[in-house]
């Protein structure tokens, strides 16, 4: 054989010998094994190394991953925190049984996965850190994701998969130079929406809630990291509750995960960082208690040690020791102790951490200082010890700070005369302004007396300033009267509430019975809107209108009397099942005849022409003799003699009894009362109410039931079966006729109350065929803007309304 074919022979075989260790560099096969001399797996794009090392200051040998350009060799995961081999005998092999596992010398020193494969079962590093082990149907029988030890890695989770029950956590080192489990766990609480590190079993830190990419006490994550950036995120569905974040930086990588349980590819959430530096995204629970952020060396939870009286940076809160202040800390120390050396304290066992020294310290009361060596075990030094400070010589300690007590006192005198000023401050702000409200209430009364009085209704201030003396007009009460006459407003003197308040029956000092409406706060009626009803009624004298007495006017109370009426209102009998059979025909139609005599004097004969605007059942007051008053002027209009509409930029009233022009174009005139009325006719024939009318088979209001019957010949159908045979059918139809003339579409079809009261009163007067009514649905007309308010020929007017 020529030398030529010799080397080549050799590195066949070379080739072949190789290949029955490591099948690939990323990729471990069943028979094939990975030991500490032979090549570690390298993930596919080179970011992560898997394989076995050493810890400094030790001997104990480990298998684990870290990211292959990391400068400090910081492991991301270990296989075998717990049991490390005592030499570099160790051997990772995938056994016949698919079982991933960790031997020494032929014995089984660890079995990382406990699931058994069938077939071709390989275990592949990923690029994102992820250790997977597969079938060879490609079903994940184990990952090192779902097994972390005390560092998250970009896209690995923390909290709990609600399919497989297992818990994602980290678990800190010992201390840095021994990966054993040491005090502190990190989880996630999906309940609470935060982050919680346990110490030893008890809520040691929590991160606050979630919020803004961001958590209530990590101010780390809340500066800005130049280019560095997280995107935090966390679910909460049927399969897990989990946490998880993904860094935003750079972008010479690109990972698609491989993990089952996840429906989104890891390339989706995140661009992927830059391993060829110090920046590795990765977040460390260190042996402290502290999460290390390695990709800006910055702590995210910045506390070295919760002493047990710090929650207001997330620390837990836990019973101080009596001995402990408030300020006492423990501060890292380079000093060495002088002095009786049976003060010191040495305990030597390896599964305690420089966290346990810190407790146990802590709670004991002659304890100064503490560290460990070899970073287990605990030395600790009691009180009456001389000590060396600052020697960069010696080793580094934890020594006890007492807090400052005279700062302390000084702090607190300081804080009680703050407080002091601050309250004397601010009793003396509320007297003063107490005092400004009270004046200016006082002003706010006079003013609208003054108003009232400057009216011409009224002939001089004393008619209306002298407590229930009458002048021409009305009167005015003292508040301290009205509380009185009904009983400081009690529930069993309420007699209903209507649109702008509660309507109270009183009784006064004199045995007369009043009716008084508390204007609500809320309501919206003003002092103009007050004063628009008080005036108006005041001027208004008709056997069909509502009578007011007078008013009372205490602070931000205003309240209006009128003469009291012992029927209440009209709807009170019309649509209740029982009361209406109170109202035959003939009480209905001497209500409708008054309703129609009191528009009547509003539109033509009083001193001036007001249009209503809120006519309703409701509205329509009823005295002993069920003799019927229009009363509630709040939203009135008043027109000068030469004005026929106008329009207004605020519509307002009652859904259902409003002209069809002014709840679309809020154009009102004496015809919107008209159409007012038109309902509540067919209201008082039907018995039904016109807003809550409702029919399978025909119209969705009354109005429009009430014009399909007129067209079929029926509309006797429309009549209230309370009312029997107590009126004659050619009287009623005339009625519903005159109704459905007056609900006309058009405005200018409807009829005037004139002719109204001539079509009711004279049974021979021919009445024209009714057109179609406006029994329009579906729209709200309770508020609406227009671009302008007029009137017509460009004439003002006052604008009085109250809603």
């Known amino acids: 054989m020529n030398p030529i074919s010799f080397l080549i022979f050799a590195f066949l075989c070379i080739c072949g010998l190789n290949s029955s260790l490591v099948a690939g560099a990323n990729t471990i096969r069943i028979g094939e094994e990975l030991n500490s001399s032979s090549n570690p797996l390298v993930s596919q794009g080179g970011n ?14 480990y298998f684990g991953i870290r990211y292959t350009n990391d400068g400090q060799a910081r492991k991301v995961w270990v296989a075998n925190p717990n049991t490390p081999l005592l030499d570099n005998s160790g ?128 101010p780390a994550l809340n500066s800005d990291f130049s280019d560095y950036h997280y995107n935090l995120s966390h679910v909460s569905n049927n399969d897990e509750r989990s946490f998880t974040f993904y860094n935003w930086y750079h972008h010479n990588l690109s990972f698609v995960s491989t993990n089952d349980e996840s429906s989104e590819s890891f390339e989706e959430r995140s661009r992927i960082y830059d391993t060829s530096n110090e920046n590795l995204p990765m977040w460390v629970l260190t042996p402290n208690g502290q999460i290390l952020d390695a990709a800006t060396s910055l702590y995210i939870n910045p506390v070295d040690f919760c002493y047990g009286f710090q929650s207001d940076n997330g620390c837990a809160n836990s019973e101080v020791p009596k001995c402990r202040g408030q300020n006492d800390t423990f501060v890292q120390k380079r000093r060495y102790f ?38 287990t075990g605990c030395v600790t030094w009691s009180a009456n010890l001389e000590y060396r400070d600052d020697n960069p010589n010696v080793m580094i300690i934890y020594a006890l700070v007492p807090g400052n007590s005279s700062k302390g006192k000084r702090w607190w005198m300081w804080l009680i005369i703050v407080v002091a000023i ?63 006459a009904t009983n400081d407003f009690s529930n069993e003197n309420k007699l209903g509430q209507g649109g702008f308040g509660p309507v109270y029956k009183g009784r006064l000092s004199g045995g007369r019975e009043i009716a008084i409406k508390r204007l609500s706060k809320t309501s919206g009626q003003g002092l103009v809107e007050f004063k628009n009803e008080l005036i108006l009624i005041a001027k208004l004298q008709h056997m069909n209108l509502v009578r007011v007495l007078g008013c009372c006017i205490h602070g931000e109370e205003k309240m209006l009397i009128y003469e009291y009426m012992p029927n209440k209102s009209l709807d009170f009998f019309l649509f209740d099942p029982a009361k209406k059979e109170l109202l035959d025909w003939r009480k209905r139609l001497n209500i409708i ?142 009625t519903i006729h005159v109704g459905l003339l007056c609900v006309q579409e058009c405005s200018t079809d409807r009829p005037i109350m004139s002719d109204v009261i001539s079509m009711l009163s004279n049974e021979t007067m021919p009445l024209p065929a009714p057109k179609q009514p406006a029994f329009f649905t579906g729209r709200s007309v309770l508020e609406a803007s227009k671009s302008k308010a007029t009137s017509v020929n460009g004439l003002s007017i006052s604008i009085m309304e109250a809603r």
């Open 338 to 375: 002088v002095g009786n050396a049976g003060n010191g304290r040495y305990d030597d066992n390896t599964s305690l951490s420089l966290s346990d020294c810190m407790e146990w310290c802590w709670n004991n009361c002659t304890c100064v200082a503490f560290t460990n060596y070899n970073g």
């Open 593 to 734: 005849e008054g309703v129609a005599q009191g528009l009547l004097y509003l539109h033509k004969y009083s001193r001036m022409r007001v249009i209503h605007r809120d006519l309703k059942a409701s509205n329509i007051l009823l005295d002993e003799n069920m003799n019927p008053k229009i009363s509630d002027f709040g939203m009135a209009r008043i027109f000068k003699q030469n004005e026929t509409e106008a329009i207004t930029n605020k519509v307002v009233g009652t859904y259902g009894y409003m002209s069809p022009e002014y709840a679309m174009e809020g154009t009102f005139s004496v015809k919107s009362d008209v159409f007012s009325f038109g309902v509540l006719i067919l209201e008082i024939v039907s018995g039904r109410r016109n807003t809550s009318f409702f029919q399978l088979d025909r119209s969705l209001n009354l109005i429009g039931y009430a014009w399909e019957l007129w067209k079929e010949g029926t509309a006797m159908e429309l009549k209230d079966p309370t009312l029997g045979d107590s009126c004659a059918q050619h009287q009623l139809l005339r």
């Open 91 to 218: 051997v990772l092999t995938i056994d016949g049984t698919g079982v991933l596992k960790i031997t020494s010398g032929g014995t089984t020193v660890v079995n990382i996965s406990d699931q058994v494969g069938t077939g071709n079962v390989t275990a592949t590093l990923d690029d994102w850190g992820n250790f997977v082990l597969k079938d060879e149907t490609e079903r994940t029988l184990w990952q090192s994701f779902d097994h972390p030890t005390d560092t998250l890695l970009p896209g690995m989770k923390l909290g709990l998969n609600l399919r497989t029950g297992q818990n994602w956590s980290l678990t800190s080192w010992l201390s840095n130079d021994v990966a054993a489990s040491g005090a502190f766990t990190l989880s996630w609480e999906s309940e609470s929406g935060q982050l919680v590190i346990h110490r030893r079993g008890e809520v040691y830190w929590n991160s606050g809630i979630f919020k803004n990419q961001s958590f209530e006490f990590t």
């Open 422 to 484: 601050s309250l004397l401050t601010l009793f003396l702000g509320l007297f003063c302004y107490l005092r400004i409200r009270k004046r200016r209430r006082e002003g706010e009364e006079k003013k609208l007396l003054h108003e009232l009085t400057a009216s011409d209704s009224f002939n001089n201030a004393n008619e209306i300033e002298n407590e229930g003396r009458e002048g021409n007009d009305l009167k005015i009460f003292s508040f301290a009267s009205i509380v009185a």
């Open 48 to 61: 992560f190394t898997l394989g076995f090392f050493t810890l400094s200051n030790t001997n104990y040998s």
